[in-house]
């Protein structure tokens, strides 16, 4: 296999003591390979960069959700209060429960909301995980299409064919591995390069379909789909128009209204990587022309000694080359 660049640096007192190495990929408008990282080509694990397609397999099987609860069920949420309330109503409009959940129990990512419930006697929750607005969504989904909601997570069930269906639809080529999500949920891999083309897909179709439901469900409500606080929610509020999604172990991908798409994978997982990789690549496809300036404070993370700044992690370099003609 190639070996990746260097696609970030962790730069300290002018010292690099770190680096990254991925692959990444941007299209134009037209759907080609405009700037690219590394191999692009081989296959990976998505991890919750899939959810928006899980999401649209969802619709067309039946699920009825719109607005915030759809962005819900697309997303990976931080546990926060809203969000438990949002699955709470998933589950009820199916009538389900918390217990149909099998999803693993986790505390909040967001650190203020797992303060709280640490400090109120709480703990981990099948509510609380990530992923559990997907969750709902998925046994919302097997209510309205007849199907069994015991083993709805077996790669086999019905909703799981349906969803790895959408996923080589949209990334326009055959799944290349099937594993487990951290959540439980059958995971399919594809390439950087299909993910990226399946973003493209969700922002290009037209106005009510499944597809394009999700992906203005998204935009529309982005603290829904991560968070108060979290970097997709930043970016899609610096870029009226973007359409951002992580997963973990370092995916980000992304697609903009005209059809400019992207996606970035950390070779070793390392989540810091991810959001100054996805704001350079947003940049190198010029789809911030229109406010330069308002990605500034995501492009870079500050790192400190002591209380002062004393160095960054960045991007590497000339870190995007042009594609061969």
Request: some cysteine.
């Given at each position: 296999m190639q070996i990746n660049p260097v696609l970030v640096e962790i730069e300290r007192s002018g010292f690099v003591e770190s680096r990254h190495r991925g692959a990444a990929i941007g299209l134009d408008t037209g759907g080609e390979p405009a700037v690219r990282a590394g191999a692009p080509e081989e296959p990976i694990f998505p991890r919750s960069a899939n959810k928006p397609m899980q999401a649209v397999a969802m619709l067309r099987s039946g699920l009825d959700l719109?607005?915030?609860?759809?962005?819900?069920?697309?997303?990976?949420?931080?546990?926060?209060?809203?969000?438990?309330?949002?699955?709470?109503?998933?589950l009820a409009g199916a009538g389900l429960g918390t217990a149909d959940l099998r999803c693993p129990e986790q505390w909040p990512l967001d650190p203020e909301t797992q303060q709280e419930v640490a400090r109120t006697g709480g703990g981990p929750s099948r509510?609380?995980?990530?992923?559990?607005?997907?969750?709902?969504?998925?046994?919302?989904?097997?209510?309205?299409?007849?199907?069994?909601?015991?083993?709805?997570?077996?790669?086999?069930?019905?909703?799981?064919?349906?969803?790895?269906?959408?996923?080589?639809?949209?990334?326009?080529?055959?799944?290349?591995?099937?594993?487990?999500?951290?959540?439980?949920?059958?995971?399919?891999?594809v390439s950087v390069a299909g993910v990226a083309r399946a973003f493209r897909a969700l922002v290009?179709?037209?106005?009510?379909?499944?597809?394009?439901?999700?992906?203005?469900?998204?935009?529309?409500?982005?603290q829904w789909?991560?968070?108060?606080?979290?970097?997709?929610?930043?970016?899609?509020?610096?870029?009226?128009?973007?359409?951002?999604?992580?997963?973990?172990?370092?995916?980000?991908?992304?697609a903009f209204t005209d059809g400019r798409a992207g996606?970035?994978?950390?070779d070793d997982g390392a989540m810091r990587a991810r959001t100054p990789v996805t704001v350079a690549l947003v940049r190198a496809l010029g789809?911030?022309?229109?406010?330069?300036?308002?990605?500034?404070?995501?492009?870079?993370?500050?790192?400190?000694?002591?209380?002062a700044q004393v160095g960054a992690i960045r991007p590497a370099p000339e870190v995007f080359t042009q594609p061969p003609t």
């Open positions: 719109d607005g915030e609860l759809l962005a819900l069920a697309a997303g990976s949420h931080s546990g926060e209060d809203f969000h438990v309330e949002g699955v709470e109503k998933i509510m609380r995980m990530n992923c559990s607005g997907k969750h709902a969504a998925m046994l919302a989904t097997c209510v309205a299409a007849g199907w069994p909601t015991e083993g709805y997570l077996d790669h086999g069930h019905p909703l799981q064919l349906a969803v790895r269906a959408v996923v080589e639809e949209l990334a326009e080529e055959p799944v290349g591995a099937v594993g487990v999500d951290g959540c439980g949920a059958p995971l399919f891999a290009l179709a037209g106005p009510g379909t499944p597809e394009r439901r999700v992906a203005d469900a998204m935009r529309a409500h982005p789909t991560s968070g108060t606080r979290r970097e997709e929610r930043l970016l899609m509020d610096a870029v009226p128009g973007l359409l951002v999604k992580c997963g973990a172990e370092g995916v980000d991908a992304f996606a970035v994978k950390i789809i911030d022309q229109d406010a330069p300036s308002a990605l500034d404070d995501l492009a870079t993370v500050p790192l400190h000694g002591g209380e």
